[in-house]
């Protein structure tokens, strides 16, 4: 249902629209660590309860596996490397959001006020910038250093208060001895204890609590958006969260693991050994369904901060990760880095009040920004390329590896296509086919087995890059409006 009013507004007559929208999104968070979407492990119970009110997206995709990518195609609904000949994860993807229109920016010119508690430094004012299309921008990020600038409240990491000899000591022990650098770091963990790079969803919800409850605030024309960080790797879960799922292992050792899948399979120091990698696996698996439980639980306070406050049932409300993350399934940690399923399938689910429940179809965040338009009534402009969410049979997804990696700068290219995926690394000229129905682990290629079926399908997609560079073309001989 949409409400209209018509307001005279000094000398016109104006449409006021009414309904107000929440956006909250969860960095890294996959779908099948959820309870949700059917994990054996019960980590989204209060999710699990707005199964009746919410149409729950069973598989939804992200047309990029990182921050930068994820939030271009929600929140611009164009593809994430478009405009871009070079890397968007350099200091050039702060100008990206000058050629294309945001979501927050469209419903500003509709009378909306927009609201953003960002946690993200990627998305900051010191990176996309997303955050600063919104009228309120609260930039909720401790300790972050980012393009040289420090961010408020340093917290960093608990090295920076060691000793300088002490702490060149630790770094080059890490390479040579791990077993023992950790020993070493957990003792001082204990000690000490051990700070937390993001804000955390409490934090975060004490902010939001601080502003929706304020006098001021009323729920009139609202777009508020809300990230988490706390299914970002590092993983740090508090311990009662972790004792949940394993009693035998502290919240700093998972720190720990963190920190050598960071090391051997991010910056490639493939020498370095420790404890059995399956031990390794298990205590990263405990840490992140920790910190999903917990993030669950703080959705759970938000909904009642929304309910304290009064907000109108007919809010739009949507939920979703903005790419998910790898525990060494295909050989890697963490994401950004390839277009799996791990990295791409992410959690969605939206309460319209058009659909509830469990959905079989296949979306894409690209729809994102266009259903919520079509949901207000407000006509989507000619730059966003997507619809409002329908199944998609054909979805296609690119990213460029981001720094520290040894494949950096890699332009990697997928199209899903039915029940396959074709990925295409456009840099080493190298193709994987996948058949997700029979294999949706993605383990063997058959690109080579099912050459001709693989040539339509890279046809598809080289028509596909075509269409885009030929509606770049366009865009930046048309205004963006
Ligand atoms: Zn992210």
């Known amino acids: 249902m949409i409400h209209l009013v018509l307001k005279l507004n000094s000398s016109n007559w104006v449409i006021e629209l009414l309904r107000n929208i929440v956006i909250i999104t969860i960095d890294s968070l996959r779908p099948d660590h959820m309870s949700l979407y059917g994990y054996d492990r019960d980590t989204t119970p209060f999710l699990r309860s707005l199964v009746n009110e919410f149409g729950i997206y069973k598989r939804a995709y992200s047309n990029g596996p990182n921050t930068i990518t994820s939030f271009i195609a929600s929140f611009t609904s164009t593809y994430p490397i478009m405009f871009l000949s070079k890397d968007p994860n350099t200091g050039r993807h702060r100008y990206v959001l000058k050629y294309r229109i945001t979501l927050p920016e469209i419903l500003n010119k509709y009378g909306y006020e927009t609201i953003a508690f960002n946690t993200n430094p990627y998305l900051s004012k010191y990176r996309l910038g997303l955050s600063t299309k919104f009228t309120k921008p609260f930039e909720l990020l401790p300790g972050i250093t980012i393009a040289g600038k420090k961010t408020h409240r340093n917290s960093l990491s608990l090295f920076i208060s060691l000793a300088k000899p002490f702490k060149s000591f630790l770094n080059r022990l890490k390479f040579k001895n791990y077993t023992l650098y950790a020993y070493i770091r957990s003792f001082y963990h204990r000690l000490y204890g051990a700070s937390r790079p993001y804000m955390t969803a409490e934090e975060v919800n ?266 770049e073309v366009k865009l930046k001989l048309t205004s963006i409006f």
């Open 206 to 471: 004490n902010y939001v609590r601080k502003y929706i409850m304020s006098g001021d605030f009323s729920w009139k024309n609202k777009l508020i958006w809300i990230h988490y960080m706390d299914t970002h790797v590092p993983y740090y879960p508090y311990q009662r969260y972790l004792n949940v799922f394993n009693k035998s292992v502290s919240a700093y050792d998972a720190l720990i693991a963190n920190h050598y899948l960071y090391l051997k399979y991010i910056r490639s120091h493939k020498n370095i050994r420790w404890i059995d990698e399956d031990e390794i696996i298990k205590i990263i698996t405990d840490a992140y369904d920790a910190l999903v439980l917990y993030i669950d639980d703080q959705l759970k306070e938000l909904f009642k901060i929304f309910e304290d406050s009064g907000m109108p049932e007919d809010t739009i409300i949507a939920i979703f990760s903005d790419h998910g993350d790898e525990h060494l399934e295909h050989g890697s940690f963490s994401h950004g880095h390839s277009l799996y399923e791990e990295l791409v399938r992410i959690a969605f689910l939206l309460k319209d009040d058009i659909r509830k429940g469990y959905i079989d179809d296949r979306v894409q965040l690209l729809d994102f920004s266009p259903h919520i338009l079509w949901l207000l009534g407000i006509k989507k402009p000619i730059q966003m390329m997507g619809s409002k969410l329908l199944h998609r049979n054909t979805i296609y997804m690119e990213t460029i590896v981001p720094p520290i990696r040894r494949t950096y700068g890699d332009v990697i290219r997928g199209i899903l296509y039915e029940k396959y995926k074709l990925i295409y690394n456009e840099t080493r000229n190298q193709y994987e086919l996948y058949d997700l129905e029979k294999d949706p682990k993605e383990s063997l290629n058959i690109y080579m087995k099912e050459l001709d079926f693989s040539s339509k399908l890279i046809n598809e997609l080289r028509q596909f890059i075509k269409n885009i560079k030929r509606y």
